[in-house]
């Protein structure tokens, strides 16, 4: 008996050390489930990130408006440039003399239609000069006639008279025909606003403009890259020279599961950070809108669901970010770096359809339709011609 009842009091220890050790365990599995609840419902359903998230924003192609050869190449790979800056130059030799003959063919055109305007003149002469020859030959005819009973005029005479007199009305006809040949020419019209005087002109404004497109400009303020081209190629209208890639004007495009979108509205605040900067660096923006379609919607080749070999794969819409300017400014970001983004589903009030754009998403500058020193010299061609 003495010797049993140690055993049974260590056996009552361990039994107890064991359910110590199950409560210690099951109050820490507790603590842990109501935290994580506690944490799902206070902050982790409030709450939408993806790791599938990449920079974009517009890659501006820079091509060639007139086929040329390549004289001149300013900027270099990575080089910043500003709207406005020469890129390229092409060599102007070949749309100078096109100008030259544009300019040439203007003079030649005034004269000719300052000669019409002329012959306009001299119809309306001999109109009148055939209209005296007939009212002369009608008053020969008027005062022989009463003569021609009593014999003094001969009946030939006046046969021919008469015969006279029709050919004198013919030949007015056919001034008067002349006559309005030139008007229809002319009619409503000056030197300086005549047809083929305004066709020649703006032949001039098409020469003068190209010989502006000689030199090519960046559209937009912006990196250099993809530079493809070298001095001494010839290029033909819309072949690429480079890009330019304006990096303060980039968004970011997040990749999120269909199921994560339910709560997901345009406006509602995002979190973001680039692996370029690490933890280091957070950047903030807004939800701007969603795709119209899924990325398999719009790959190349789409999925054929409809074969039979079907598996349900989740789909991931792309959701696009638009980012705070003065951040993007002072941390700046690279086309296709990888980002991770947060959304904050707090606010749910925003639409989920964008509304429909106002304002112009992009534009660059162009040529003035009518450029001053152009019209200068045309105006002075005319002038000169026309006098």
Request: hydrophobic fraction near 45%; avoid cysteine; proline fraction near 5%.
């Amino acid at each position: 008996m003495n010797a049993s009842a140690p055993a049974a009091e260590a056996a009552s220890n361990g039994t107890s050390s064991r359910r110590r050790r199950l409560w210690l365990l099951a109050t820490v599995v507790i603590a842990v489930s109501v935290g994580v609840a506690a944490y799902w419902y206070l902050h982790s359903r409030w709450y939408e990130s993806t790791d599938d998230a990449y920079v974009g924003g517009r890659i501006v192609q820079i091509t060639a408006e007139i086929p040329g050869t390549i004289r001149t190449i300013f900027p270099q790979e990575t080089d910043s440039v500003v709207a406005g800056q020469p890129l390229v130059e092409l060599d102007p030799v070949d749309a100078r003399v096109a100008f030259d003959t544009a300019v040439a063919d203007l003079a030649a055109t005034v004269r000719q239609v300052r000669s019409e305007f002329v012959q306009v003149s001299r119809a309306r002469a001999q109109v009148r000069a055939r209209e005296v020859e007939l009212a002369r030959l009608k008053s020969d005819l008027a005062r022989r006639t009463p003569l021609a009973g009593g014999g003094a005029v001969s009946a030939e005479e006046i046969a021919h008279l008469r015969e006279s007199v029709d050919g004198a009305e013919a030949a007015r006809v056919a001034a008067q025909e002349e006559l309005n040949v030139a008007l229809a020419h002319t009619q409503g019209t000056t030197v300086e606003t005549h047809p083929l005087v305004e066709r020649s002109a703006m032949r001039v404004r098409d020469a003068a403009l190209s010989l502006k497109r000689t030199t090519i400009v960046a559209p937009v303020t912006g990196v250099v890259g993809r530079k493809g081209v070298q001095v001494g190629q010839r290029v033909a209208p819309g072949a690429p020279l480079m890009s330019v890639v304006p990096l303060e004007e980039v968004w970011v495009d997040a990749n999120f599961k269909e199921v994560q979108l339910e709560q997901m509205r345009i406006g509602q605040p995002v979190t973001l950070r680039a692996d370029l900067y690490g933890r280091s660096v957070d950047y903030h923006g807004r939800v701007q809108g969603f795709s119209p379609g899924t990325g398999a919607a719009f790959a190349l080749l789409p999925a054929q669901n409809a074969s039979g070999n079907w598996i349900k794969i989740v789909q991931r819409v792309p959701v696009r970010v638009a980012l705070d300017a003065a951040e993007v400014h002072e941390h700046p970001l690279r086309i296709g770096l990888s980002m991770r983004v947060e959304v904050d589903l707090h606010d749910q009030s925003g639409p989920v359809l964008a509304t429909p754009a106002t304002t112009v998403s992009g534009t660059m500058p162009s040529h003035a339709e009518r450029d001053p020193e152009v019209e200068a010299t045309i105006a002075r061609i005319i002038a000169e011609n026309a006098a």
